[in-house]
Structures are given as structure tokens and as C-alpha cells.
């Protein structure tokens, strides 16, 4: 079994920082494209962030120079550092990991359970 499991989501004013962390855990023989969604209510679950096995990010339009995001291979770990934050930012950021749970298996895409952020003064 494989777990995902987020965190640091919370409440910042506007122009604050948050930094959003998963870490994957359990059967994990490698860790392929890692991602960040959000899904703010009504609307539909947007790609945010991604980044390779090999470190390349792509980032959508609306978080570019303001987010990164980076990982740890020896911890598991995928990292979002947001910064300048905007009330539009407030969501449930979702962690999306592309993984092989053992040598020649199959490549799988797990999901985290989802972390609140909300921006407002």
C-alpha cells in the first residue's frame, strides 16, 4: 500500500507564504512526475505544479514566480513553497504522485487526501 499524506496548509493574510509538503510512503520502488492540484468550491481541480524525476518543474500561469515547487528523492517528499499569496490562491491543494510500487510494475498515479489553504485578511 501506498500513503500520501500532506501538510502545512492553513490561514495567511494576503502577500504571506505557506509552504505545502507530501510524503509518500509504503511499497515505493520509484517515484516518477510529482504534482500539486487545487480545487477551490465550485470550480474544477487545476494543475498547479509539477516536477520530474529529474528535477524540471512547469508551473500554470497563475502561480508562476510566485510558487515552487521542489522534492526530496531520498525522503519521498514533494515540497510547494508559495509565496505573495492571493485571496484566488484559497483552496484544497492536492498532492498527485506517479509512482512503481516494484521493479517492471506498473506505473500507478496516487492521490493525497488534500490540505486547506485559505488567503483572506
Known amino acids: 500500500q501506498v500513503q500520501l499524506v500532506e501538510s502545512g496548509g492553513g490561514l495567511v493574510q494576503p502577500g504571506g507564504s505557506l509552504r505545502l509538503s507530501c510524503a509518500a510512503s509504503?511499497?515505493?520502488?520509484?517515484?516518477?512526475?510529482m504534482r500539486w492540484y487545487r480545487q477551490a468550491p465550485g470550480d474544477e481541480r487545476e494543475l498547479v505544479a509539477s516536477?520530474?524525476?529529474?528535477?524540471?518543474?512547469n508551473y500554470a500561469d497563475s502561480v508562476k514566480g510566485r510558487f515552487t515547487s521542489s522534492r526530496d528523492n531520498a525522503k519521498n517528499t514533494l515540497y510547494l513553497q508559495m509565496s505573495s499569496l492571493k485571496p484566488e490562491d484559497t483552496a484544497v491543494y492536492y498532492c498527485?504522485?506517479?509512482?512503481?510500487?516494484?521493479?517492471?510494475?506498473?506505473?500507478?498515479?496516487?492521490w493525497g487526501q488534500g490540505t486547506q489553504v485559505t488567503v483572506s485578511s
Open positions: 498527485n504522485v506517479d509512482l512503481q510500487t516494484g521493479r517492471g510494475m506498473r506505473e500507478t498515479t496516487y
Open positions: 509504503g511499497s515505493i520502488f520509484s517515484i516518477n512526475t
Open positions: 516536477i520530474t524525476s529529474g528535477g524540471w518543474t
